[in-house]
């Protein structure tokens, strides 16, 4: 047998649907398919490729750790993640961080640092609200914050005393909130549920609510955070900090990580509590730190900044032009754009085409491109867009 399609029937488990494409290689915003085809990329991984594909220094880092030491675990001192944290945390409002390996569990260690500070804060307080239309990953603990019932019903009942609100309603926040609430969890720019970009009055209405009430405030930037935004953190955006963040996707580059970065109050796990055999293993370390070098030391924030105010040009004029566009939302470099009919079909047009995009949810567009990404590859993506939009 030598076709992966039919491998991919025969051993694997159905949990995608994944587009028949293999995708083979890839160079700066592209990828190359088994046959050769090349595609501009503007899905990245799902929020994922930070530096494109076969990016010189990455490579050169990373390669440089694989030849070192890959894995120990944390029962000894690492160089690399100790580099890592204190590069996290001296260009944040945060004290500490928590290296894991991907969103959901990056989400599972906030769940459970809030739990603590529950506990050992609130009188045991043990409540969380999350949001609708939100998104957290698919653990049991991350999906029972995970407000949209098609991700959860098969697998009811989940963590009990989670609580749900409408996002960027303030009032329904309020009245849904009681003494035994210890967290309050929400995504600054909402991802899988249709990029849904928080309002700057709700989310500093927020910040006060929960300080005022003793709430441990977490925001969710797995997707939006690590520079998607334009800003090393989203919330950057709003002048307002939440007292846990959670990370991964993006700060990678592509290798698997998560994290939490949480304030001197928070600071609550002590040993046997919470642990990761492979979190922050020098390898991807290595990776995360070339990112986070890009993003701040070598300016790759400002080139976003740019980048992202021309494709914010461009959708404009393609909007104004456009009769199947219904609504444009989104942040820096990641954009949602709601349209009449199938969300799915435009996006394999798209690929025909050689472009790829995601999708949120069935009629909305995903564009969450590579960071790198020029005023030459947003032109190219919107020849695109523009014949099916
Ligand atoms: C906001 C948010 N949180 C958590 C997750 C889960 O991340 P992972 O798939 O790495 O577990 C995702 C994934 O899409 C996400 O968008």
Redesign the pocket.
């Known amino acids: 047998m030598d076709s992966t399609k039919e491998k991919n029937e025969k051993y694997i488990m159905h949990t995608y649907n994944s587009i028949p494409i293999t995708l083979v290689s890839g160079e700066g915003c592209y990828v190359t398919d088994s046959t050769g085809k090349k595609y501009l990329d503007f899905l990245s991984g ?2 994922v490729n930070s530096l494109g594909y076969n990016n010189n220094t990455f490579n050169k880092a990373v390669s440089g750790q694989l030849g070192k030491i890959i894995h120990f675990s944390n029962l000894f001192l690492n160089n690399l993640q100790a580099d890592l944290a204190e590069k996290l945390v001296e260009n944040s409002s945060f004290d500490k961080s928590f290296f894991c390996n ?6 599972e260690a906030a769940l459970k640092l809030a739990k603590k500070f529950g506990k050992k804060k609130k009188k045991g307080a043990w409540k969380i609200l999350a949001m609708n239309k ?6 049991s603990g ?1 999906l029972s914050l995970t407000g949209q019932m098609k991700y959860q019903e098969t697998f009811l009942p989940l963590l009990p005393g989670v609580v749900f609100a409408e996002f960027n309603d303030f009032e329904d926040l309020k009245q849904k909130t009681d003494d035994e609430t210890c967290a309050v969890i929400l ?1 600054p720019v ?3 549920g249709g990029i849904h970009p928080a309002d700057k009055e709700y989310l500093v209405n927020v910040r006060e609510f929960c300080t005022k009430n003793n709430i441990a405030l977490i925001f ?5 955070g690590i520079g998607r935004t334009g800003t090393l953190f989203a919330h950057e955006q709003y002048g307002v900090a939440p007292d846990i963040v ?1 990370l ?2 993006g700060l990678g580059g592509g290798l ?1 990580i ?1 994290a939490i970065l949480a304030t001197e109050d928070y600071n609550l796990f002590e040993p046997g509590d919470h642990a990761a055999t492979f979190g922050g293993n020098p390898l991807v370390c290595s990776g995360a730190l070339t990112v986070l070098t890009e993003l701040i030391d070598n300016d790759l924030l400002g080139r976003i900044k740019e980048t992202s105010s021309y494709l914010g040009k461009k959708l404009e004029e393609l909007n104004s032009s456009s009769e199947k566009i219904k609504e444009i939302r989104g942040k820096g470099l990641m954009i949602g754009i709601e349209i009449e009919g199938s969300s799915s079909e435009v996006a394999a047009s798209c690929r025909e085409q050689g472009l790829i995009v995601g999708t949120a949810g069935t009629n909305v567009l995903r564009l969450v491109p590579p960071l790198i990404i020029g005023k030459m590859e947003v032109d190219e993506a919107m020849d695109v867009l523009q014949m099916f939009l």
Do not use: L, N
Not at 102 to 107: H, K, P, Q, Y
Not at 134 to 139: E, K, L, V, Y
């Open positions: 799902i929020a991907s969103g959901t569990e990056a989400v939100s998104f957290h990953g698919r653990t991350s995504e909402q991802g899988e969710d930037e797995v997707q939006c959670c991964a996707k698997p998560g």
